[in-house]
């Protein structure tokens, strides 16, 4: 085998074939032809690529690799690592692109001669588009060598989906594999600051992270990124330059402490820094200009951001950066908070929900400033806006909220007050406040402490209309509580059984799991999640941002279940859930009507002793194998009888589910209305 061949892991071979890693394991076990591993571990090994594909098509277990999958295997078993070969790919995506005829032409050699003529035309092409300073390095002949194959296989790929989108799923691939080593904004809250931003032609991040930002923009004239890993600066600068027809200017470097674009004088600056960094510069930057409004403290770090942010706006543009929520009330950053509302650079502080980005357990701010000019008046007032307190964040979490719900609350307050300079109130959502009220010793500008509380409960109409539902929903539950059941007891039956691998391997049902995917055309597809099978409400997710796979779309009738936790929850998907994907830790079992009833087959996968035998509780979390859960083997009028009774018994679960949320409902809106006023004890 070559030096430079590439490796997959177990896993990687369990996605080639579309199994469980499981049955690689049992591959390993039964058949002695099977590929010995060329390097990794002892307890995680890895196998050439070349060696598993052959081995898989002699099999019958793969017709042919998906061009995809070999290419992403290619580039994650690279011996100089992922991120060396996205970068190779990158590049000669952007040659793919922008000269397709000159791509063909150095192609038509062998691996070692394109190795050896390719870094001439790259270095052409990258001067071109990104001029100076450049984040992307020319790879040398000696380096290309091990890319040569995968590079071939990234033409092809281009040649299929567009050079942006097979960069866009093979980045994708790296992020999703790396999920510690970045961090990510999402798509949800990089639109909205670009959207706060508003229309610019040339737009600076300096801190990009993978581009999420810059890439919200919209139609901008000139990008400027910088970002302080080397590696993830050229990424970015490859991912903005195949996104966008936009001048890309990106360059390697801690903003903070070595910046590439002093002299810049942006229309727009958008921003998610690290949060809470220590050692950000403090010693060495203390007599530096971008101070204007105080020197920060060293635990200070996004207000260090947020003065360089506005040292790199042209006068009158805005900037908008992603902002801890401790930023607006710690003590030792009020005296720049003072001088940022004197002079008028603040003018609004946004609270997302919790979930909108990482750290994803608390609510965000994001904080919208404005350079002032020579001439400027600085504004009487600072708009406060708390979307985490609106409807759509009631079930606030990842991949939960519903993001053009909580953009339009943003924009319905701040664009009347970016237009008039001021904005109607809004009760508990928004609020102009005079910047004389903020001038406290505290200087505190959280908006949950600003705002004044909405009216209890939506108002007092509103509390007796969730006081008939739950009237309404117990009259309900009464109707369907089960009948007692037989006294004595009956016997514990003892049925012929079977599996659901066992069904599946018969053609008796489909298995299917859960995971990423990307929207076909045409109208976006809503996710079910694990918490919405859990919570038993309909689909609430959505599709991630990242390497587009199809989805697996769930039909009625289809039964899903969640494999971790050891809960016992299982759903019969309905009409409220068809047409949505199949979120991750789920697994979907769709059976054949003319052999299993659904609610049958639901119903006797709940059982706690049937769920119990087959989770495994080898790690830290409980994991079902939903192959080794087991029911009877009963005629299908037998299975409809049951079925029937595990339909009723879900009906009534799902009454006092919401009887719950009702009542929890109610009682809040009675405490808040007592509370405030709005609610007499009478």
Known sequence: MPDNAAEVTAAGIARLAGVGRAAVSNWRRRHADFPKPVGGTETSPSFALADVEQWLRDQGKLA???????????????????????????????LVRDRPAGWLELSAVSDTRLAEVLPGALEEVLSL?????????????EELVPS????????ELAAETGARQAFEFLLGRHLDANPRQYTLTPPGPAALMAALAGPARRVLDPACGTGALLRAVERPAALYAQEADPDLAALTALRLALNTDADVRAAAGDALRADAFGDLGADAVLCHPPFNERNWGHDELAYDP???????ARTESELAWVQHALARLRPGGTAVLLMPPAAASRRSGRRIRAGLLRRGALRAVIALPAGAAPPYGIPLHLWVLRRPGATDRPSPDLLLVDAAATDQATAAGRDRLDWPAVQDTVLEAWLPFERNGSATENPGVSRPVPVIELLDDDVDLAPARHLPPPAAGGGTAELGAVRDRLTETLRRTGELTPPPVEQPPAAPAHWPSTTVGELARAGALVLRAGGPGAAPAGAPVAVLTEQDVLAGRPPSGSLPDGPEEEPVLVEAGDVVVPVLGGGTVVRVADDAAAGAALGRNLQLLRPDPAALDPWFLAGFLRGSANQRQASSYASTATRLDVRRLQLPRLPLADQQRYG??????????DALRLANRLGEQLVQGLYDGLTDGTVRPE
């Open 129 to 141: 588009r990104f001029g100076a300073p450049r984040a992307v390095r020319t790879p040398l002949a």
């Open 644 to 653: 029937a009774r595990f339909r009723a018994l879900a009906e009534f679960e």
């Open 64 to 94: 042919e690799v998906p061009l995809r999958e070999r290419v992403w295997q290619q580039l994650a078993g690279h011996p100089s690592g992922a991120v060396t070969a996205l970068v190779h790919a990158g590049c000669a995506l952007l």
């Open 148 to 155: 040569a194959l995968m590079l071939r296989g990234v033409a």
């Open 290 to 296: 971008r101070w204007e409004y105080g020197f920060p």
